[in-house]
RNA sequence: CGGGGGGUGGCGCAGCUUGGUAGCGCGCUUGGUUCGGGACCAAGAGGCCACGGGUUCGAAUCCCGUCUCCCCGACCA
């Protein structure tokens, strides 16, 4: 292809409503352009990058025995109500009605609508194991699309179901999925982990994210350099900070200020962790009070784990305990709530929380003395240097972009809507299901995120735009346009290149080849033509040298192949 | 949905406080000079100032409403 026939609209300037680096990298490289909030066209430049994307997923999904389909997009509600989803979703989902007034919904992925082949073509297990997985474009009205397209309403997915007899079986699916999906991230050029996942909508337990480190990220990762713990932050655990005050006893202490846990501490000149957090939740309506150590925050995943959660108004507060939020505690009262504590509460002494007066708390509490704690569960959410779980050494979070996301969906669905096969002694069963889940625009975003400069994007090569970029410096110069076009003629036969004919000064040829980030450059120029070479180079400055003119499409050819760029 | 910030030639911005001929840079067109890191000179084209109402002799500017985009929180590939 010739720059001056093709559509790569550069732009100089940051655009406007732009916050992270990938976000403007893609328009100002003419990958792709906003057209609604949430909604991006991708332009020929752009599209070339997901199609490698693509075609990547598919190798590596056709290899481990993945058969691809394609599903619509248009579904009809019956499915969505026959899991309930039609109304879990709620408005995340794009609804409408045809013109017979049936209700349909444009679909945000599609459990429901693979379950319903599964049920009528799969019968015996002999019709087990299968993988069937398609690329396609999913619709979900987010609350707040985010990000450039990290939080897309519009999106591609390649989702990927697998159906198996047993949780034995499927264990195997989950296995080549898991090795397809870090071929796929790593064939792009992304470094990632794989963390313990929270489930969301999907449901089921066995669970697994793919993440990439970006400061833009808007996930965070627990991790543990030293044994190589990792976690979706929501869901990792950490240990009792180990820090223990002595016994005393309880004792209520007037504490004339907000009972907030950065207030009071301040206030008595003690650490965080000598406060004891009583929050009050109520849990499927029943009030329960939940305890954490007072340098630490509640996940909510994990309270979402309890049961239908939700923080008891101030009002529903001081009619059950009968103080205000930050004066309460579980100890002393007259009513008998139960109460959760976080594990790393232990049976710690010397604590302070709230005396259920306002402007009075307790000090010198002893959790194993003073109350009752009904169960211990895990409910904080890990701090930046938290003590890990397993070695005890120091956990940092980080922040990350999901790029995939695959879990055991169990027989959730194959219940539901009643997917059954008979086993090999007549039983009837449900088919155990998985589901997999990646998106060519994160990993493109993601791989951006991870691979520019100041100048511009450098494209590791096997998701390049093009491979290799010429550029005549001063195309009105016959040499310089005659030896640029043997060679791009030469090698436009081995391998996707692009020539900058533009007759455009040498400064924006050489900004616009930086911002592109093709992988590798052959510049031509006069003033290395008088020597008959030409410069060969690497978008990533790891290469650069003069080469005979003849020689240089050997030596690109070579250099593609070879490890230099990523 | 709550909170914050925007919408002015294709792009990025100024002008708005204190109403009075719509401006700058980039890009674009034409001609010329340049050509190893966003060149220079000259001449041009291009704008219902998001939209709808008001106030006023007069509104990009003041007031009311609407739409839309971005950011922060509940969601997830």
């Excluded at 995943?301 to 108004?313: F, S, V, Y």
């Excluded at 205000?324 to 959760?340: A, D, M, N, Q, W």
Aim: contains cysteine.
């Amino acid at each position: 292809m010739k720059w001056s026939k093709a559509l790569i609209p550069t732009l100089k300037e940051k655009p406007k409503n732009v916050e992270n680096v990938s976000h403007s990298l893609s328009i100002r490289a003419g990958l792709v352009r906003p057209l609604v909030s949430g909604v991006y066209s991708y332009l020929p430049f752009g599209w070339k990058v997901l199609s490698n994307i693509i075609n990547i997923i598919k190798e590596e999904m056709n290899k481990i025995g993945g058969q691809e389909l394609f599903l619509p997009a248009l579904t009809p509600s019956e499915f969505w109500k026959e899991t309930g989803r039609w109304d879990e979703y709620g408005k995340e989902m794009f609804k409408l009605k045809d013109r017979k007034n049936r209700d349909m919904c444009l679909a945000p992925t599609h459990e429901e609508v693979i379950t319903e082949i599964a049920r009528k073509e799969i019968t015996s297990y002999k019709d087990l194991p299968q993988i069937w997985y398609q690329i396609q474009t999913k619709f979900r009205d987010e609350i707040r699309p985010r990000g450039g397209l990290f939080r897309l309403r519009q999106f591609i997915m390649k989702d990927s179901y697998s159906f198996d007899t047993d949780d034995e079986m499927f264990k195997s699916n989950y296995a080549l999925h898991r090795e397809a999906y870090s071929n796929i991230f790593k064939r792009c050029g992304l470094d990632f982990i794989i963390v313990k996942a929270s489930s969301g909508l999907m449901g089921g337990s066995l669970s697994e994210e793919f993440m990439t480190f970006s400061e833009d990220g808007e996930d965070t990762v627990v991790v543990c350099e030293k044994c190589g713990y990792k976690a979706n932050h929501e869901v990792a655990v950490s240990r009792n900070n180990g820090v223990n005050f002595s016994d005393e006893p309880l004792e209520k202490i007037h504490t004339p200020i907000e009972g907030s846990i950065e207030k009071v501490s301040g206030f008595l000149k003690v650490p965080k962790t000598k406060l004891m957090k009583s929050l009050l939740y109520l849990i499927d309506e029943e009030p329960i009070f939940l305890l954490l150590d007072g340098e630490h925050e509640l996940s909510d995943e994990k309270l979402g784990n309890l049961g239908n959660a939700r923080a008891a108004t101030p009002d529903e507060i001081k009619t059950i305990v009968g103080a205000s939020s930050g004066y309460i505690s579980p100890i002393g009262l007259k009513t008998k709530i139960r109460t959760f504590a976080d594990t790393a509460l232990g049976s710690k002494k010397g604590l302070i929380t709230g005396a259920n007066e306002d402007m009075y708390h307790f000090k010198g509490v002893n959790i194993e003395r003073d109350l009752k704690v009904d169960k211990y569960v895990d409910l904080k959410l890990v701090n930046d240097g938290d003590k890990c779980e397993s070695c005890g050494a120091s956990l940092n979070i980080k922040h990350s972009i999901e790029i995939g996301h695959i879990f055991n969906l169990g027989v959730k669905y194959s219940t539901l809507m009643k997917a059954f096969f008979l086993d090999n002694t007549g039983e009837k069963k449900p088919i155990v299901m998985g589901s997999y889940g990646t998106s060519p625009e994160r990993i493109m975003m993601s791989v951006i995120e991870t691979h520019q400069d100041k100048d511009g994007i450098i494209w590791p090569s096997e998701i390049a735009p093009y491979k290799v970029l010429v550029i005549p410096l001063n195309i009105e110069k016959p040499e310089v346009k005659n030896t640029a076009e043997t060679i791009w003629s030469a090698l436009r036969e081995k391998t996707e290149v692009l020539m900058d004919d533009r007759d455009e000064s040498v400064g924006v040829k050489f900004k616009d080849a930086s911002l592109i980030g093709i992988p590798l450059q052959i510049i031509v120029g006069e003033r290395s033509l008088k020597n008959g070479n030409v410069e060969i180079k690497s978008r990533d400055g790891a290469i650069s040298k003069n080469v005979k003119k003849e020689e240089v499409v050997e030596e690109a050819l070579k250099l593609m192949n070879s490890e230099f760029i990523n």
